[in-house]
């Protein structure tokens, strides 16, 4: 017994003394990669010495010798992007091109199916032809940028650039002007949504018993304008009434995002009038999708024609949002409608044709070859109609909507082979006043973005990107799929610039957006049915109106805002005969639970504070209403509706246009009322809070459900790793406050916050050194780097660093230097 022992601890004790082994080797090759941020190189690319100063935060500043052109400028600002965010940028090109089964086998292959058929890389080629000579020299600036740190790496073995490198057999092409214009369109995808809100109007359209209440369900934002729809059935008689749906993609790295986590964003600028400091004010918060690191870098180029600083994409080379010293500008989604869906027949005696306006027309056809690791390649058949390519029905439920004999084709604006939005972006950038702003961004085609800026003395807001010119007999107005052979409902090209909508130095000295309806006009110059939060415009107007001047603290103040405009609305609606009309109930009864929920709720101010529990409550509460109210009529499409509407709620509980029908489940014999579901809706939230969270209601936080999911794209499910590359936070704010968090909607933990402000940025003209700015995770997009997520507590508590282009004030705390030197 004692020699079995023996051996037993020598071999517990081999164990170990290897598996720490091979952490310690596994350390040893992950942090090889490591940047180095001071040091001196001689690398080939730039035409006269460059320098990249980083500041404690790992912000790094370019500069290039005294009369050197901006080339050089880009050429740093490719090497930096490629010293943190390798990995990240190699991703997001093979995301762009369809070639990510490459790496990671069959898990991916239906991202790679869908976006070979939209064709975005040949597309990016395409474009390279149409940019601007400015852009064209940054953009090859910036790939030999790229390059020539992918040369040191491959010279200094420099652990192949990314941990994640030695996970995965990634082989690393040179970076190319092609690849930054991809990526644009990348950004264009993953912000687009009106082909899903087509597609879910088509569905619900066909599974409502009253086509009337397709309004309350899907409600167009307030204001006149609401424009009528056919019956989608009327259109095309032969799809179904029911049918089920098609499974998501499960990819994290699925391109294109899930209905309700599409772009959002914030904006609003104050003119002197209107500024405590008589300086002109713009704060800024675009939202995209939480990941590890995040999607945005900061930066500042020195150019010729000044610093500019802001945060960038990697593998872009322009400050999307940001400041110079005469202009700061921020961005929004304007939900512009640049998608169409087209049911296209096919030829019954020649299935390679479709028909079109004047008579069957060949598909355009091509192959496309999917290789992928460790299984058999795929081949597949692109085809293109006149308005678009074409989707299989496999994809997005499209099947259930498409009649026997037909596919649907996409129209889209991003899908132009004469993309110059890089070139609109890198225009921007050295403009020196907001009207010379407005006058670049022409050449912006997508993604459409609303443009808000701020020079010492402007403050504007001018919607960008090419919207389609709609003819004004289309069937369906662009909100529903349309019969894609019927003249009327082609495309007829790009609408004027002009008619983009445009608000400068407006009378009240501040203008903003978060996403809402920026004008009513009629079809076709509506630009868009289907906006944004329709509730987070309330809460900001009441704080802008609240003060009579402004201050960069003022916008922080508005930034961080967590009151939800929605809860104080519906609250008081649903709860309208449920308060204080209960009676004494013993402890521990439901009844009980029931009262202190509705007490709780009734002494709160509306503020989504991650301490406290009625934010939790209320989450809980609407999410169960708006299932019991559509469950019995939708059936399996209520999975569909993940988000709880406000103003759906709102339409029911007033019965406006007899939407108080929705409260009726309708296989049962007894007439429920809306209180009844209401009642039934809360006890439904507190029983799922209980399996979750217990029953002591007064200790619930919302944070514990509320938390920021900061995760890796392809590491963030792997056993241990995860603990390592995922980063979460407690997070305040919610679906409908100024400091959004969107929640996921599904799931066991449906109120992960899973979409936010990945970027934060104010600016102050009267003293621009004083703006400020902050992203979501760090710099640096390696593990093991502090810079990895330093930035991240402070974001979660709302704190921010100097946005500054004093160089001294860069210098004097700089964690390195890195200086260029040209190599023969």
Known sequence: MALLFRWLMRLTATLILLSLAAVVLAYYFASQSLPDYDKTIALPGPTAPVEIVRDNANVPHIFSSIGASDEDVFFGLGYAHAQDRLWQMAVMRRTAQGRLSEIFGTRTIEVDTFVRRLDLYRLAQQSVAVQTPEAMAALTAYSAGVNARLQ???????????????????????????????????????????????????????????????????????????????????????????????????????????????????????????????????????????????????????????????????????VLTGRSNDLGWGITSSYMDDQDLFIEKINAENPEEYLSPTGYTPFVTRRSIINIKDAPPVTLTLRWTENGPVLPGSMFSLATITPPGHVVSLGWTALSGEDTSVSAAIALMRSASAREAIRVAEDYIAPSQNLTLADKETIALKTIGAIPQRDARHQSKGRLPSQGWRRENIWKGRAPYAANPEFISPRGGILGNTNNKLLDRPFPNHVSFDWGDTQRINRWRRLMQNREVHTRDSFIEAQLDTVSYSARALLPLIG?????????????????????????????????????????????????LQARLITDDLGPLTEEYKHVDPLFIERVYRDIDGAAAWCDVRQSAPRETCTDMARLALDDALIWIEERYGTALESLRWGDAHQATHDHEVLGEVPVLRFFVNIRQSTSGGDNTLQRGRTSGEGPMPFQNVHAAGFRGVYDFADPDSSVFITSTGQSGHFLSRHYDDMAQLWRRGEYIPMSLDEDLARAAAVGVTRILPRN
């Open 576 to 624: 309208a005969d449920l308060w204080f009309t209960g009676e004494a109930a013993p402890e521990g009864s439901r009844e009980r639970q029931r009262h202190t929920a509705l007490t709780l709720l009734s002494e709160w101010n509306g503020e989504m504070n991650e301490h406290l529990p009625e934010p939790l409550i209320y989450a809980a509460w609407l999410r169960a």
């Open 152 to 318: 040191e790496i491959n010279e200094e073995a420099l652990g192949r650039g990314a941990p994640e490198m030695f996970l995965f057999n990634m082989p690393l092409a040179p970076w190319q002007p092609a690849d930054s214009i991809a990526i644009m369109k990348l950004m264009a995808l993953k912000l687009s949504g009106h082909m899903r809100e087509e597609i879910l109007r088509a569905r619900t359209s066909l599974a409502l018993a009253d086509p009337e209440r397709l309004f309350d369900i899907l409600p167009d934002a307030p204001g006149s304008g609401t424009a009528a729809l056919p019956e989608y059935a009327s259109l095309f008689p032969d799809v179904p009434r029911i049918a089920a749906s098609s499974p998501e993609p499960e990819s994290r790295l699925f391109p294109l995002a899930p209905r309700g986590l599409g772009g959002a964003s914030n904006a609003w600028a104050a003119d002197p009038s209107r500024s405590a400091t008589g300086g002109t004010l713009l704060a800024n918060d675009p939202h995209l999708g939480l990941s590890a690191p995040g999607i945005w870098y900061l930066a500042r180029m020195e150019l010729a024609t000044g610093g500019v600083i802001g945060g960038t994409i990697p593998g872009l080379p322009a």
